[in-house]
């Protein structure tokens, strides 16, 4: 299987005209950031592997794009958690019910596994999928960009996505670099998990040379990562009503808010790209949440 190029939407938000990269539609079954990070796995050959671990949290979006992987590809697939929470084994939602249904296997565990507890038929994927093979997929990504730029005669662009590990917004930037586009096309990027300097270590661990770091926003407060807040609801909101797009309520309404207190990006010259990087199957159960949390929005 090989996706098609994502196409790339020009839409208006406050006033503001943005070019959205349409990865939440790659692909039905597999769609995403995580789509992009885990290709690799998907078009090359393993014919030892019979199985497939990662870890993580209970409503990862990593988790589910990694059953649709192991479904595609016929593998096993096995998910270690430290807890199960009652309410969802009782009543499984969002991307825990998704990859259930992918036939995900769930073990229970204190101890976070690691690649030497398995053998070689069992292919090992970190937490979130940060992995080095991820560049595979992030450099189709910045290819269809710079195809995508060059079709339409855009100079110079500046390109924003919110951050978790970082794998995604680094791998970007680090192949404009090294291919001499870096004056091209700008990666901006803001923490949904932890702060800047959490961030720039997730970077290190990738990379060494800062100067092939993405550009780091700094968010107008502290969110803690999977927390509620009734701003980042009506950021979210706005969006999907302004647009009619809808976003992630993980990681995009951190993005966006971020965007809109940048000034020096939003009112650039230069065109502004910002990837969709899906997880719109997560929604199910941030949604429940919200409503329960705030019930007059
Ligand atoms: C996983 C995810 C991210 C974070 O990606 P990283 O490569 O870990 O930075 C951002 N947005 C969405 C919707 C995601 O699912």
Do not use: C
């Amino acid at each position: 299987m090989k996706f098609k190029n994502s196409q790339t939407d020009l839409i208006e938000f406050r006033g503001r005209e943005i070019y959205i990269k349409r990865d939440d539609k790659l692909d039905v079954d597999f769609s995403g950031n995580k789509a992009r990070k885990l290709y690799y796995y998907l078009v090359n050959e393993f014919p030892n592997i019979k199985r497939v671990v990662s870890y993580g949290s209970n409503q990862s979006n990593a988790m589910y794009s990694i059953s649709a992987l192991a479904k595609l590809r016929g593998w096993e697939f096995i998910y270690y958690l430290n807890h199960i929470p009652k309410y969802l084994k009782s009543n499984p939602i969002g991307n825990y019910k998704y990859a259930l249904r992918n036939g995900m296997i769930v073990k229970v565990s204190n101890e976070r596994p690691k690649q030497e507890d398995f053998d070689s038929s069992t292919l090992f994927i970190e937490e979130g999928g940060r992995q080095l093979e991820a560049r595979f997929g992030l450099k189709i990504l910045a290819d269809e960009i710079l195809e995508w730029q060059k079709r339409n005669y855009i100079e110079r662009l500046n390109i924003f996505l919110p951050s978790g590990t970082g794998t995604t917004a680094l791998f970007l930037q680090k192949y404009l670099y090294e291919n001499g586009r870096e004056h091209q096309a700008t990666v901006y990027t803001t923490p949904s998990v932890g702060d800047e300097n959490y961030l720039k270590l997730q970077f290190n661990m990738l990379e060494a040379d800062e100067l092939k770091h993405p550009t780091t926003l700094k968010p107008p407060k502290k969110y803690h990562f999977g927390k509620l807040y009734r701003e980042l609801y009506l950021v979210w909101r706005d969006v999907l009503r302004e647009t009619n797009i809808e976003f992630d309520l993980l990681y995009d309404p951190v993005g966006w808010i971020t965007l809109l207190n940048s000034p020096d990006i939003l009112n650039s010259n230069r065109p502004l790209l910002y990837i969709h990087q899906g997880g719109l199957i997560g929604n199910e159960s941030m949604l429940e949440r919200y409503r329960r949390k705030f019930p007059d929005i």
